[in-house]
C-alpha cells in the first residue's frame, strides 16, 4: 500500500471563536503504487484541505495517514522535509514559481537539495525534455514575472515531476490552460503513470482528466462520495 488515510478530520477556525467549520469530516482512502484518483467537489469544499495533508503540508487534526506503511505522525521534521522533496511531487492550485528565478531554475527546484553530481546532470537533461514537451523552450531563460498564466502553470506542472516522485500530488493542473495545454498536460501525467507507475491523485475540474483516472471520488460534506 503507498498511501492509506484512516479517518481523517480537520477543522479551521471561522470569525466565530466558538465555531470551527469542519472541512473533512472523515476522510478514508487507499491508494497502491500505480493507482490514479481524481478528486472533484465544489469550491470551498476541501481539496486543497486533503492535498495539503496527504503532501504533509499541512497536519489533519485526528485520524492517520500511512506513506508505504509507515505512520507519517512519526517522522520527525528532516524526514518530513526528506519525503515532501523525493517522495511527491506537488503542483499547487497557485503555482508558487519563484520570482527571482528562471524557467528552468524553477523546473530544477526540487533537485537542489540533492548532491550528486550525476543526478544533477540527469535532472538537467530531464528539464530539458520536459520544457521542450510543454512547449516552453524559447522561455526557458526568463523569469515567471512575463510568462502568462498557463505558462507558469506548465511550469509548475513539470517542475513536480522533475525528482520522478512516486505520488503526485496535482490541484487543479489545467485550470487556467486552453484546450491544446490541457490535454499535453493530461498526457504528461498518464505518462509518468504509465512509465514510471507513479501515483496520481489529481484535483480538478475537468471531466476530461477526471474520466481518465483510475477513480474518481467527490468530496462533499467533508465525505468522499464514490462515484466510479
Ligand atoms: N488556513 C485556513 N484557515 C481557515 N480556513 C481555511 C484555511 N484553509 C482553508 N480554509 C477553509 O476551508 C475550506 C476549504 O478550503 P479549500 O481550499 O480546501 O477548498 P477547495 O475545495 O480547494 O476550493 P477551491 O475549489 O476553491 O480551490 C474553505 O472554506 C476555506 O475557507
Ligand atoms: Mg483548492
Known amino acids: 500500500m503507498l498511501l492509506k488515510l ?16 469542519v472541512v473533512l469530516d472523515g476522510i478514508d482512502l487507499e491508494l497502491v503504487q500505480g493507482e490514479t484518483v481524481a478528486i472533484l467537489g ?15 503540508l499541512d497536519r489533519q487534526d485526528s485520524g ?23 517522495e511527491i511531487g506537488f503542483i499547487f492550485q497557485l503555482h508558487h514559481l519563484l520570482p527571482q528565478c528562471t524557467v528552468l531554475e524553477n523546473v530544477l527546484l526540487p533537485a537542489v537539495p540533492v548532491r550528486d553530481p550525476g543526478y544533477r546532470a540527469e535532472c538537467l537533461n530531464r528539464a530539458y525534455d520536459l520544457i ?19 505558462e507558469s502553470q ?3 506542472v513539470i517542475r513536480a515531476l522533475i525528482n520522478r516522485p512516486g505520488l503526485l500530488l496535482a490541484d487543479e493542473p489545467t485550470g487556467s490552460l486552453d484546450q491544446k495545454n490541457v490535454l499535453s498536460i493530461l498526457s504528461l501525467l498518464l505518462k509518468l503513470n504509465d512509465e514510471y507507475n507513479a501515483s496520481l491523485i489529481v484535483v480538478t475540474h475537468s471531466m476530461e482528466i477526471a474520466s481518465r483516472m483510475g477513480r474518481i471520488y467527490e468530496l462533499r460534506n467533508g465525505k468522499f462520495l464514490n462515484t466510479r
Open 6 to 21: 484512516e479517518n481523517v478530520h480537520k477543522s479551521f477556525f471561522t470569525g466565530n471563536p466558538q465555531k470551527k467549520r
Open 132 to 150: 521542450r514537451e510543454v512547449g516552453l523552450w524559447e522561455q526557458r531563460d526568463q523569469h515567471p514575472n512575463v510568462l502568462s498564466g498557463g
Open 42 to 56: 465544489p469550491s470551498g469544499s476541501g481539496k486543497s484541505t486533503l492535498l495539503n495533508i496527504i503532501g504533509a
Open 154 to 156: 506548465r511550469v509548475a
Open 64 to 86: 492517520e495517514i500511512f506513506f508505504n506503511g509507515r505512520s507519517m505522525a512519526e517522522l520527525n521534521e528532516k524526514q518530513l522535509t526528506q519525503f515532501r522533496n523525493r
